[in-house]
Every structure is written in structure tokens, then in C-alpha cells.
């Protein structure tokens, strides 16, 4: 069907991007956030454990009594045919180092239900005749369980819609706590750009800066930004409109959150451990931060590292004006504002640092460089 409708049954063009993507791929790794974790290659178990994650858990059941019937019932050897399969596709995605998920599994679904289907056979087809002496195949309640398993995945199901994507089931967290274990095609993609954009718009369009993971377009949505990190081989213009007075948020996409694609893991720690204002979805996080020097402050250090003085001055701007007794912030304005050229600010901003116990130890001679 895909040489089909999509090639149209160029079966050469088909062939070559098979091999386009053997050659992409052969030897190539991609840092994998799981749990808490990074690795710079995939374990073996991470798109089987992106499995068992974003399972119903009634399906999970139902397929693992499908398979055991399977392997142990010989009138059920038939579904050998389905769980072999599966069993051989698994290990050889395990063996990938490109496995970032559960999309790699995908061919397996349909396998991995019809196990369940059989397992919920097990449960509803019940035995005539005389008991067999079996307390499983004489358990009159079977039927019943049955009929609770199927009721729990229907309830599972509504309740996912509409974000089937950053479903995790409940033993893992559930769908506010998916990013925890697994973000990427996972859980974050970018989809709930529309949603965070509805909510800045019912707020009031407060002063917007945002780190946004996925490929959707923020002006489709009309959002009024400052973004923060730059996409691979793009640079953003250094901005020197933060305000210094007024409501501001930070948005946050999940998987940026935890630090994926950024050369520091760890950039959005300091947010990690606060609790946001509200979320966008489940995937984008959102913070008030109009009078909070340590988020201001984080925020000046990401625009001055990425060559924006303008901004970053605006931000160390803010921080000290909501604490004014912020040595870091301080030191952080000296520094953008030198970057400016801005030498006279520059220097009371670093003597104000050195004055309130900066912990820097090059801030006395670079005092000193420019004529403190």
C-alpha cells in the first residue's frame, strides 16, 4: 500500500530511502533521557520499557495471559504465530542504537492484541460440562474479571483522549507524569503549542518568554515571544524589550525541560523544581516569573550565552530590581553590559557584585581592567 499511494510503485525510490536511512543510521547514537538518567546510547531495554510505560495495563494482562496460554496450552499453539513474531521484532530493535521509543515497536501493536484478545477469551469463554477439578477453569467469577479488565481499558481510553500521546499508564504516574520517565516522541512533540497560546490569550498576553520543543510555528498561533534557545544552525535576534514592570511568564516545553537537545542537560534544573503556575496540555509548563529574581537571573545567563547582551541586560535588569540584594544577578548585568560596551554600567554593576560578596574570584580584577 505505501509503494502504492506514496511512490507509486517506484519500488527504486523506495529502496533508496530505505538505504538512506540504514546509512544515517548505522553507528549513530542520540542522547536518551530515561528516569532521571542520560546516556549517550540507547540501552537495549528502552523501547520495551517505553512499552510497558504506555500500555493500558489491562492490555498488558490480557496479552500476557494470551502469550502464556500460547506457550504452556496446546490447543492454543496457533498464537505461537503471533507471539513469535513479536518476541523476534522486539530483540531486534533492542539491538538498535538509534531506539528512542515506543514508535519503533509500532509494527508489534496489532500482534500484541490479538494476544490480548485471546487472553480475554480465557476470561469469558467458560468450560460445560462436568468441573474439571482445575480452580482456574471451575472459577466462577472468571467472567467477571473479564468484564472488569475490558471496563478498566475503556475507561483508560476516554480518559486519554485527546492527548494519546503523553499517555503513561496509572502504575507509572499517568499522563502528568510521563515526562519524568521518557520525554521526545514519548510524550512532548510540540503538540500543545495551540493550547499554550489559548491560555497566554485568556490571561491577557502577558510578556511571554518560551523554550518550545517541536516543529510547529509559534507566529501561526500569534504568540508574542521571546524564545530562548535557538534551533540547531539558527541564531535569534538579541531583543532588549524585556519589560521591567507587569505580568511575565516562562513556557517550557517538557522534553526541554529535562534538558534534551541542549548541551547542558541540566540548563532548566532550577525550574524543574518548581511548581508551575498552570500547563499547557500536559507538555508545556508555564511560570509566573514578573518577581522572581532567581528565574530572571537563569534567564540572563541562557541571553548571554547566546550572544544576546540586550536581553540578557534586561533580564539581570529585572532581577536586581526584585532583589536588590542579588550578588549573581549583579555580576550577571556587569558582564552583559560590558558585552555592550556599556563600560561606566558595566563597572558600578560589578562593584555593586563585589560590594554584596559576589563568589566570583575574577570579579576584583575585572574591576580592576576597566578602571574600578
Not at 94 to 121: D, T
Not at 143 to 171: D, K, M, Q
Not at 205 to 224: I, T
Request: net charge positive.
Amino acid at each position: 500500500m505505501t509503494l502504492a499511494l506514496i511512490y507509486r510503485g517506484h519500488l527504486d525510490l523506495y529502496l533508496k530511502g530505505l538505504e538512506i536511512v540504514r546509512v544515517e543510521t548505522q553507528g549513530a547514537t542520540h542522547p536518551l533521557y530515561i528516569h532521571g538518567a542520560w546516556t549517550a546510547i540507547a540501552p537495549w531495554y528502552t523501547a520495551l520499557l517505553a512499552l510497558v510505560l504506555k500500555t493500558p495495563v489491562p492490555t498488558l494482562l490480557l496479552a500476557g495471559l494470551g502469550a502464556g496460554l500460547a506457550v504452556f496450552r496446546r490447543a492454543d499453539r496457533r498464537c505461537l504465530a503471533w507471539l513469535l513474531p513479536a518476541a523476534v521484532f522486539c530483540v531486534g530493535v533492542s539491538m538498535s542504537n538509534m531506539q528512542m521509543g515506543l514508535r519503533y515497536l509500532l509494527p508489534i501493536l496489532p500482534l500484541i492484541h490479538l494476544l490480548a484478545a485471546r487472553g480475554l477469551m480465557g476470561f469469558l469463554v467458560g468450560r460445560r460440562g462436568r468441573p474439571s477439578g482445575r480452580p482456574w477453569a471451575d472459577l466462577k467469577v472468571r467472567p467477571y474479571i473479564g468484564i472488569a479488565l475490558l471496563a478498566w481499558l475503556a475507561v483508560t481510553s476516554a480518559r486519554a483522549h485527546p492527548n494519546y500521546l503523553t499517555y503513561f499508564h496509572e502504575f507509572a504516574g499517568g499522563p502528568s507524569r510521563g515526562y519524568e520517565w521518557l520525554v521526545d516522541s514519548n510524550y512532548d512533540w510540540g503538540q500543545d503549542l495551540g493550547r499554550l497560546a489559548r491560555q497566554w490569550r485568556t490571561a491577557g498576553k502577558p510578556d511571554l518568554s518560551l523554550v518550545y520543543y517541536g516543529m510547529a510555528d509559534a507566529e501561526h498561533f500569534g504568540l508574542r515571544r521571546r524564545d530562548l534557545i535557538p534551533s540547531v544552525g539558527t541564531e535569534l535576534p538579541d531583543a532588549d524589550d524585556v519589560p521591567q514592570a507587569g505580568p511575565m511568564w516562562l513556557a517550557i516545553s517538557a522534553s526541554s525541560l529535562q534538558g534534551l537537545d541542549l548541551s547542558d542537560h541540566h540548563l532548566f534544573a532550577w525550574a524543574r523544581a518548581r511548581r508551575p503556575l498552570v500547563r499547557a496540555g500536559y507538555t508545556i509548563f508555564i511560570y509566573d516569573i514578573g518577581s522572581d529574581a532567581e528565574a530572571l537571573e537563569r534567564l540572563g545567563y541562557i541571553a548571554r550565552n547566546t550572544d544576546r547582551p540586550k536581553m540578557a541586560a534586561g533580564y539581570y535588569e529585572r532581577a536586581v530590581a526584585a532583589r536588590p540584594s542579588f550578588a549573581d544577578a549583579w555580576m550577571g548585568l556587569g558582564k552583559a553590559r560590558l558585552m555592550r560596551r556599556d563600560q561606566a554600567g558595566a563597572l558600578a554593576a560589578l562593584k555593586k557584585a563585589l560590594e554584596l560578596g559576589a563568589s566570583d574570584p575574577r570579579l576584583a580584577a575585572l574591576i580592576k581592567k576597566y578602571g574600578g
